[in-house]
């Protein structure tokens, strides 16, 4: 099977993580593994694996993630970020099915009111 590194980067906002967690727990097989890498209090939460150290921004809080990873996919997540399921999408070969995600990120205004 396909493994998928789901790396999900948070400060200090558990409450957003919360939720970003739940719905990735409808996309996470026993296959794949679950990093969360958090810059601030310390959090509760099923993963895989934990990183609770301070950061220097996303891009450090990504990196410490990705060098944690053994999938040979990657998801990144934010804290904030809402999974939808969307479409089935297949894998290497005819058996091997995996569902995938895709953001879904709200219209941009475009500075007229309806």
Same mark, same amino acid.
């Given at each position: 099977?396909?493994?998928?590194?789901?790396?999900?980067?948070?400060?200090?906002r558990?409450?957003?993580?919360?939720?970003?967690l739940?719905a990735a727990? !409808?996309?996470?097989t /026993? %296959? &794949? #593994? $679950?990093?969360?890498?958090?810059?601030?209090?310390p959090? *509760?939460?099923?993963?895989?694996i934990l990183?609770?150290?301070?950061?220097?921004?996303?891009?450090?809080?990504?990196n410490k993630?990705?060098?944690a990873?053994?999938?040979e996919?990657i !998801?990144?997540l934010? /804290? %904030? &970020? #809402? $999974?939808?399921l969307?479409?089935?999408?297949y894998i290497? *070969?005819?058996s091997?099915w995996r569902?995938?995600?895709?953001?879904?990120?709200?219209p941009?205004?475009?500075?007229?009111?309806?």
């Amino acid at each position: 099977m396909v493994r998928v590194s789901y790396v999900l980067t948070t400060k200090d906002r558990p409450e957003f993580m919360k939720t970003t967690l739940a719905a990735a727990a !409808k996309f996470v097989t /026993d %296959d &794949d #593994e $679950l990093i969360v890498v958090n810059g601030g209090q310390p959090v *509760d939460c099923a993963a895989d694996i934990l990183i609770e150290e301070p950061d220097n921004g996303i891009a450090d809080a990504v990196n410490k993630g990705l060098a944690a990873a053994s999938g040979e996919y990657i !998801k990144h997540l934010t /804290d %904030d &970020d #809402e $999974l939808r399921l969307l479409r089935k999408r297949y894998i290497a *070969d005819e058996s091997q099915w995996r569902v995938f995600g895709e953001h879904e990120y709200p219209p941009v205004w475009d500075g007229e009111f309806a």
